[in-house]
């Protein structure tokens, strides 16, 4: 058995431990006594749900990443790097507002808030990521990438301050957004759960199908095109599912930056560039990175955003890949 | 020569008057040709002649006015699919810039023909047979970015005749070869015309046209200026009138592959 064949499901094999390592430990650590009988089994409840909350944001952060890699043919393309987490984050925002200043009293009893902030997500992903190709089109300088995603977060971030600005009027509204731009985990319950699962599971899954595409993709577009590959239909599908996937993400988890760009980046040394390796491998790896972030996130007395951490570790990961890049103009 | 298929077969590839325009530069005006299955025919002109602009259109890659046939059907009324499995295209340099083996990007090939019942064991042998073809198999395991420029090639090659297309597009394919790999890329075009394939190659060695080449078409600024036999197209009067050039009647030395 050649070391490339034995060390892929040795990858896979690893990640599945770590998996459940994550979990075990998301379950036993954390503030609050396991040994006090009372308080065990609501702390296990609060705590698993957490966990696989911040285990579906992770892997969709992740394989978002992928996606937006493959389809930009950029390993420092991530959905937050690129502005479609800030899109999403101003979507909820968005939402929240429509669905508080105008709906709640008339459709409370038909729509699910969760629902109604995961299609302003979706809807603020996709457009951001329109935006964005509308203006980069098919030029592959990274710092016109780059700029623009910056100038793209930055809008967006603004106008969601603006919105929070607005809000400030009603102390519920209020809230409620500033609640949804922080971000995190900490307050996730099953309900969370049931909304991040479908959207996580179908991203992964048509991600997963779109392995072969986006690997004949690494050749660019016109070799893709001419070895039989719809290159419109792969953008359409990169859209479409890069925002599901963020907004599954940012609905439950908030605006978490960088898991999308530190994951697969750490992976491809061990699977390879092949996206049928690296989809599901970036699934059960970016899961587990934002749940062991999580539980650093909950050691101090007073909890840190969950944001913060991933910033920490993701900043310096990103700083790396740049300098790299611009020493060797290769990809991975 | 090459054998010529039955009369009864449509052309390989038929172009007429195809017009290209990009960002308002007109880069090939009424461009008029066919080709048939068991040929090899040339693309020869000066740098900017349109020759890279005519092999994309024919892929279907820019857009065009006119009409392009491949087999018999127009170019618009084929999938990318379909376009794939009639027509492949060999660039002068690949975009790919991931390292992935050498043996995967030769099954990139595959793709048009791949459905999730595909038989991996023959998708398998047409991939080994593409490397044996380039005289690659050793390479099946290497990095694709560890090759040297020559080595991508023939990778590249090899990707195209994985695809089992009938037409076989190539942009200045021996650009980066040693002469002992470009006279086997030469020996290998000749073998697949004999099985009936139709080989449209961009050339600017007029010598290697003048003598691996059936037919030949002379642009200049996208304009067709001689079409026909290589001997005649490559002839005194259109050759200064592209090129400038004088024809040299000098002795030179010459080499060949050895006969297998």
Not at chain 2, 149 to 169: I, K, M, P, S, W
Request: aromatic letters at 6%.
């Amino acid at each position: 058995m050649s070391q490339r064949t034995l060390r892929i499901p040795l990858a896979f094999g690893a990640l599945f431990v770590l998996s459940v390592a994550a979990f075990i430990a998301g379950l036993l650590i954390g503030q609050g006594d396991l040994g006090d009988p009372r308080l065990r089994d609501t702390l296990l409840d609060l705590r698993l749900s957490r966990a696989a909350v911040a285990y579906l944001a992770g892997a969709a952060h992740a394989v978002g990443g992928v996606l937006v890699q493959g389809f930009f043919r950029n390993p420092l393309a991530s959905p937050s790097i690129l502005g479609t987490t800030a899109g999403a984050s101003l979507g909820g925002q968005l939402a929240i507002m429509v669905f508080n200043l105008f709906l709640a009293s008339t459709l409370a009893g038909y729509i699910v808030p969760e629902m109604f902030l995961s299609v302003g997500c979706m809807v603020g992903a996709a457009a951001s990521l329109i935006l964005l190709m509308a203006i980069v089109g098919r030029r592959r300088d990274l710092i016109f990438l780059l700029l623009t995603g910056f100038i793209l977060s930055s809008l967006f971030l603004s106008v969601g301050s603006f919105l929070f600005a607005l809000a400030q009027d009603s102390w519920e509204l209020s809230r409620a957004v500033v609640a949804f731009s922080f971000g995190g985990v900490a307050g996730s319950g099953p309900r969370q759960v049931a909304f991040a699962l479908p959207l996580v599971v179908s991203g992964v899954v048509v991600a997963s199908l779109l392995s072969k595409r986006l690997d004949l993709l690494l050749s660019g577009e016109d070799e893709a095109q001419s070895l039989g590959v719809n290159v419109d239909d792969v953008r359409f599908m990169c859209i479409l599912w890069t925002s599901v996937l963020t907004a599954g993400a940012v609905s439950v988890g908030g605006n978490v930056a960088f898991v999308g760009l530190v994951v697969p980046h750490a992976l491809r040394p061990i699977v390879g560039v092949e996206h049928r390796f690296l989809v599901p491998a970036s699934a059960l790896a970016g899961g587990c990175f934002l749940v062991l972030c999580d539980i650093v996130s909950r050691l101090p007395q007073h909890e840190i955003p969950l944001g913060v951490v991933t910033g920490l570790v993701g900043a310096p990961v990103f700083l790396l890949l740049l300098v790299r890049a611009r020493r060797r103009g290769t990809y991975g | 020569m090459a054998e010529r298929p039955p009369t009864s077969e449509p052309c390989a590839v038929s172009v007429r008057g195809v017009h290209v325009t990009l960002r308002k530069h007109v880069a090939l005006r009424d461009v008029t040709f066919e080709a048939t299955y068991g040929t090899i025919t040339a693309v020869l002109g000066p740098n900017g002649a349109g020759k890279t602009t005519l092999l994309k259109s024919m892929m279907g890659l820019l857009p065009y006015a006119g009409a392009i046939e491949i087999g018999g059907v127009e170019l618009g009324a084929l999938s990318y699919r379909q376009r794939a499995e009639r027509l492949a295209y060999v660039p002068q340099r690949s975009a790919l810039d991931a390292p992935l083996s050498v043996a995967t990007v030769v099954g990139h090939g595959r793709y048009a023909h791949q459905t999730r019942l595909s038989l991996i064991p023959e998708e398998r042998r047409t991939i080994e047979r593409a490397l044996a073809a380039t005289d690659i198999a050793d390479l099946a395991e290497r990095s694709y970015l560890d090759l040297s420029d020559g080595e991508q090639r023939r990778v590249l090659v090899a990707r195209a005749l994985a695809t089992g297309a009938r037409v076989l597009l190539l942009d200045e394919p021996t650009a980066s070869l040693d002469i002992s790999h470009a006279l086997a890329l030469f020996r290998l075009l000749r073998r697949l015309t004999q099985d009936g394939m139709c080989v449209i190659i961009v050339l600017h060695d007029l010598n290697d046209a003048l003598s691996f080449t059936d037919r030949a078409i002379l642009l200049d600024r996208g304009l067709v200026v001689a079409q026909g036999a290589t001997g005649e197209v490559i002839a005194e009067q259109p050759i200064r009138q592209v090129y400038g050039l004088e024809p040299s009647t000098e002795p030179r030395l010459c080499f060949r592959l050895p006969e297998p």
